[in-house]
């Protein structure tokens, strides 16, 4: 079993639907990523979380350290916000990333 | 935009050839790591370097092995490829070694190996 795991793993939707992504993780954690990747290319960090809440333009994230959960959400989802996104999690010991295995959005106009 | 660079872009080598990659920090960053992402799957971490010294490493063998520069900048070097070798390769540039601390990816090399 992964010690990061998201969800849905494929998400097609409307543009100005509202969209969110989640991610479990097994693992004491010191800090929890969401990223973008667009095809074929590199990786953009999107938030880095340790607690409570971050919003950033559409985009919201938020993190429950209990019961070891985060959600990523897109308000007013755009075509342009098609990528995988990926959450990663820093273990408290190590000095690694853990990758879940990404969520690929695509937003139809 | 991060100050993170990979070069090149885009790579094509021959079974059994030797290939170096090539990373930029950011600049502040002392600590470069460099993850594996064959299609369709999440990256894997490969090794991690911290001011010039390997700081943990992956479940990969001693063909892949790194090299960190004074300026903080990395080189991955994989010898005697293999066809299970093509992949994207990522790094990743941060503050520290530990978690908790804001990272910047490059936008990776994509490797083939014919």
């Known amino acids: 079993k992964n010690e990061v795991e998201q969800s849905p793993q494929n998400l097609t939707a409307q543009e100005g639907e509202f969209i969110t992504i989640n991610c479990s993780y097994s693992v004491g954690i010191s800090a929890l990523h969401w990223l973008q990747q667009h095809p074929g290319g590199g990786i953009v960090s999107l938030f880095m979380l340790s607690s409570g809440k971050k919003k950033h333009g559409r985009l919201i994230a938020t993190i429950n350290i209990q019961e070891k959960h985060s959600s990523l959400h897109i308000t007013a989802s755009h075509p342009r916000d098609s990528a995988v996104y990926i959450c990663a999690v820093n273990r408290i010991t190590g000095n690694q990333f853990y990758f879940g295995t990404g969520t690929s959005l695509t937003v139809i106009p | 935009e991060t100050g993170v660079t990979q070069s090149p872009t885009h790579l094509i080598k021959t079974r059994g050839q030797q290939v170096t990659l090539r990373c930029s920090s950011q600049s502040g960053h002392n600590t470069v790591s460099w993850y594996q992402q064959a299609l369709g799957q999440g990256p894997q971490f490969i090794f991690q370097?911290?001011?010039?010294?390997?700081?943990g490493r992956g479940n990969f063998p001693p063909r892949f092995s790194g090299l960190q520069f004074p300026n903080y900048s990395s080189e991955l070097n994989v010898n005697a490829l293999e066809l299970d070798d093509s992949a994207l390769y990522l790094c990743a540039s941060s503050l520290g070694p530990g978690g908790g601390t804001e990272a910047f990816f490059g936008q990776g090399t994509r490797l083939t190996v014919v």
């Open positions: 370097y911290y001011r010039e010294e390997e700081n």
